[in-house]
């Protein structure tokens, strides 16, 4: 039974259906010999072998109403560009500009920039919508221009030059700020650099100016080529390339080192460690993974691994340890998790619906949502439950210091009640079976290992 | 000037050949402008057609009147 990706329906060429276990792209007349027209490059071959392309393979199983099947491997986890951190799109964007450069050279384009089209596998970006290169025909621009500067560049400019995430705006505006929003949001900033002038101010003027006319026969008896492509290409590498995001220890940077942590760490990872034995889980859920220490554990007993955060600084460092590894970061506020959104609500799915876990981490965690965030206890036990499988919770009292400044200048009665481990406990009971519990020498808090009822 | 009906013609065309991605107009001018040393032959060309047109130098189809900017500055013989 073939069933479309939701995400994948915009290219009439081309779109992805799953069967089964399997993930199948089907293709048209133009997708199929768009398709042949990559598979005899060596740059294909090459950028399989370096894992910046994923594998593809041509498949017999061709449904009626096709041209032609290709098979790809299913990726552990898919994230969505307002998940990541600054050095995922980065690397995204450079990955993006680097093979449409190789490609260029072997006769071929890509025809869209955007990073939907890449996701990261063990800790590397990788290129996954080969239903976007097609043969370069002489004469014509680079169609996704404009794409790259609002989904890539732009975004990486909110933060590296502004000082504001650009999740947010990716997440509320999937298409990223248009030239002429970028530029209100650059005001007088970078007034003198040659990146902001062109591709924001100039281009949000050239837009305004040139809105509906068509262009495309002027440039390509101009003589537009793919060798000018390139040399936009190596300029926006090299302007990419220079946008930084420094950040310090502000957020949950030091959180390792706090007094606590350092502590009961190691009894919490026993504590892990005997949950992993148990239940031998394929797939890990970190939620408030922090510096991807329990992470680390999980993918080390051989787990795929979601370490989920909200806070970048964090995450963006864990994303550049985690090359190599079975471990996926996901940048998103488990009190407003990634929802189901785009076309139909359906286009990207929300975050629980990506992660289907067999075991859930929830170390450091649910006093933030319970005294920070004001989600009721119950509220957050049977969150829990919703993932359905065996969770290990650390339970932290209302003694506990760290209680004390996530309450700041709440009084009692603004907090809601059920906040001390008795009532914890009842209210897990309801749902879950307790499997394994253990107190922590903090004598504050504790461990529990969970299975749904 | 472009009647209706050549519009239309001239926007179905063009989606045949972009395929789904609107790749904006003024974004494809502009990367002749950013491709500098690389595309001032690209730019000076398409004045040149440009002016060429405004000086009526090609003969311009039954009908069609010459392009008023660097937009439809496409010579008559691919048309």
């Given at each position: 039974?073939?069933?479309?990706?939701?995400?994948?329906?915009?290219?009439?060429?081309?779109?992805?259906?799953?069967?089964?276990?399997?993930?199948?792209?089907?293709?048209?007349?133009?997708?199929?010999?768009?398709?042949?027209?990559?598979?005899?490059?060596?740059?294909?071959?090459?950028?399989?072998?370096?894992?910046?392309?994923?594998?593809?393979?041509?498949?017999?199983?061709?449904?009626?109403?096709?041209?032609?099947?290709?098979?790809?491997?299913?990726?552990?986890?898919?994230?969505?560009?307002?998940?990541?951190?600054?050095?995922?799109?980065?690397?995204?964007?450079?990955?993006?500009?680097?093979?449409?450069?190789?490609?260029?050279?072997?006769?071929?384009?890509?025809?869209?920039?955007?990073?939907?089209?890449?996701?990261?596998?063990?800790?590397?970006?990788?290129?996954?919508?080969?239903?976007?290169?097609?043969?370069?025909?002489?004469?014509?621009?680079?169609?996704?221009?404009?794409?790259?500067?609002?989904?890539?560049?732009?975004?990486?400019?909110?933060?590296?030059?502004?000082?504001?995430?650009?999740?947010?705006?990716?997440?509320?505006?999937?298409?990223?700020?248009?030239?002429?929003?970028?530029?209100?949001?650059?005001?007088?900033?970078?007034?003198?650099?040659?990146?902001?002038?062109?591709?924001?101010?100039?281009?949000?003027?050239?837009?305004?100016?040139?809105?509906?006319?068509?262009?495309?026969?002027?440039?390509?008896?101009?003589?537009?080529?793919?060798?000018?492509?390139?040399?936009?290409?190596?300029?926006?590498?090299?302007?990419?390339a220079s946008l930084e995001w420094a950040h310090g220890d502000d957020g949950w940077s030091d959180y390792g080192s706090c007094e606590h942590v350092a502590r009961d760490r190691a009894a919490k990872g026993e504590f892990l460690k005997s949950a992993i034995e148990r239940t031998h889980p394929r797939r890990v859920l970190d939620l408030g993974a922090n510096d991807g220490h329990f992470s680390g554990i999980a993918a080390a007993a051989g787990a795929d691994v979601i370490a989920v955060d909200y806070d970048e600084a964090v995450l963006d460092d864990l994303y550049r340890r985690s090359e190599g590894s079975s471990l996926a970061v996901v940048l998103t506020d488990l009190a407003n998790p990634s929802p189901a959104q785009g076309w139909a609500g359906t286009e990207r799915s929300s975050v629980a619906d990506r992660a289907h876990p067999d075991l859930v981490i929830a170390y450091g965690l649910i006093h933030h949502l319970i005294y920070h965030a004001s989600i009721p206890p119950r509220e957050v036990v049977r969150w829990l439950r919703t993932f359905d499988c065996q969770v290990v919770v650390e339970f932290v009292s209302p003694a506990d210091e760290m209680v004390g400044k996530l309450i700041g200048n709440k009084r009692a009665h603004e907090l809601h009640p059920n906040r001390d481990e008795a009532d914890f406990r009842g209210l897990v009971e309801e749902v879950f079976d307790i499997l394994d519990e253990t107190n922590l020498s903090s004598g504050t808090r504790a461990l529990f290992a969970l299975r749904p009822r | 000037m472009t009647t209706a009906t050549g519009f239309d013609d001239a926007l179905e065309e063009e989606q045949m050949i972009f395929g789904y991605l609107d790749p904006g107009s003024g974004s494809m001018i502009l990367q002749v402008v950013i491709g500098g040393a690389a595309g001032i032959a690209v730019a000076a060309k398409a004045l040149r057609q440009k002016y060429q047109l405004r000086r009526g130098k090609y003969p311009l189809p039954d009908g069609e009147e010459p392009a008023e900017s660097i937009e439809d500055t496409s010579l008559p013989s691919e048309s």
């Open positions: 039974m073939l069933s479309p990706d939701p995400g994948s329906f915009r290219d009439p060429a081309s779109r992805v259906v799953l069967d089964g276990p399997r993930v199948l792209r089907l293709l048209d007349l133009r997708g199929l010999e768009a398709w042949r027209a990559l598979a005899r490059t060596d740059f294909f071959t090459s950028a399989v072998a370096d894992r910046r392309l994923i594998e593809t393979a041509e498949s017999n199983d061709v449904p009626p109403g096709s041209a032609g099947a290709l098979e790809h491997p299913r990726l552990p986890f898919i994230s969505y560009p307002y998940e990541w951190t600054f050095a995922m799109l980065k690397d995204a964007a450079l990955l993006q500009l680097d093979l449409l450069r190789d490609a260029l050279s072997a006769g071929v384009t890509i025809k869209d920039a955007t990073p939907y089209n890449i996701q990261f596998v063990e800790g590397r970006p990788m290129f996954i919508d080969i239903g976007s290169f097609e043969a370069y025909q002489p004469g014509e621009p680079w169609m996704g221009y404009r794409q790259f500067t609002r989904q890539f560049l732009f975004p990486l400019m909110l933060r590296s030059w502004i000082g504001v995430p650009f999740q947010p705006w990716l997440r509320g505006a999937m298409e990223g700020p248009t030239p002429a929003q970028m530029a209100q949001l650059l005001g007088s900033r970078k007034r003198f650099h040659m990146g902001a002038l062109l591709h924001v101010r100039l281009q949000a003027r050239v837009e305004a100016r040139m809105a509906g006319r068509s262009v495309r026969d002027g440039l390509k008896t101009a003589g537009f080529s793919a060798q000018l492509i390139q040399a936009n290409v190596r300029k926006l590498r090299s302007l990419v | -």
